[in-house]
Structures are given as C-alpha cells and as structure tokens.
C-alpha cells in the first residue's frame, strides 16, 4: 500500500486549496492514499492567525512520523514554503521517498497522472 503527504505553500496563497486539491486528485491516480493537508483544520479556522501557524506544522510534523507515509510529495513551490522545508526534514528522518510533483508523467513504474 502507498501513502502520499502533499507539502507546499499554503500561508500567504490564496488559491493553496484548489491547488492542493488538484494534485491530491492526480496523485490519487498513482497512490493508494493521500493526505492533503489544505483540508485540515485546527478547531474553527485554518491558519487564520499567525500564531496558529506553529501548531499546524507540529500536527503535520507529527502526522508524518507517526503514520505509515511511503512518499513525501513536493509541490512545484515546496522551497518556498518554511513549513514544507520543515516536513522535508521529517520525511527524510524518516526515511519516506522524496519527490518532485513536476515529476510525475515520467516517473518509471507509476501510472500516467495528468497534472495540467
């Protein structure tokens, strides 16, 4: 079974869920599971404040050491993004394997995924 974590911007990226969402489509077509993290939410709001923000990445960081993850996935602007370099760390503790969305169309042993 493969399990994919989708990290890349989401505080300051107005249109982070229907990105997020998007690719958490294609890669359905590649993976058994995936979590997409733009979906969650911390009591009522998601990261409306800046101070919340430190506790979305502890969550994530512990989702992604405590849950059977087989693939970290970097969406195109993942440097970007501070907490995505921090899941990046994590993943890769870990163990989990590490790709480039981008990637996807030519990656050997996968199903094509469409990522337009």
């Given at each position: 079974m493969t399990k994919a974590y989708i990290s890349g911007v989401i505080t300051g990226d107005d249109n982070?869920?229907?990105?997020?969402?998007?690719a958490e489509q294609a890669l359905l077509k590649v993976y058994d599971e995936v979590y997409n993290p733009a979906e969650f939410q911390l009591g009522d709001s998601f990261v409306a404040e800046e101070d919340?923000?430190?506790?979305?990445?502890?969550?994530?960081?512990?989702?992604?050491?405590?849950?059977?993850?087989?693939?970290?996935?970097?969406?195109?602007?993942h440097a970007e993004s501070i907490g995505g370099q921090i899941e990046l760390i994590v993943a890769n503790?870990?163990?989990?394997?590490?790709?480039?969305?981008?990637?996807?169309?030519?990656?050997?042993?996968?199903?094509e995924v469409d990522n337009d």
């Open positions: 982070y869920k229907a990105k997020f969402r998007k919340e923000w430190i506790e979305y990445i502890i969550y994530d960081m512990e989702r992604i050491w405590y849950e059977d993850f087989t693939h970290f996935v970097k969406l195109p602007d503790k870990k163990g989990l394997e590490i790709v480039e969305y981008i990637n996807y169309p030519s990656m050997k042993n996968k199903k």
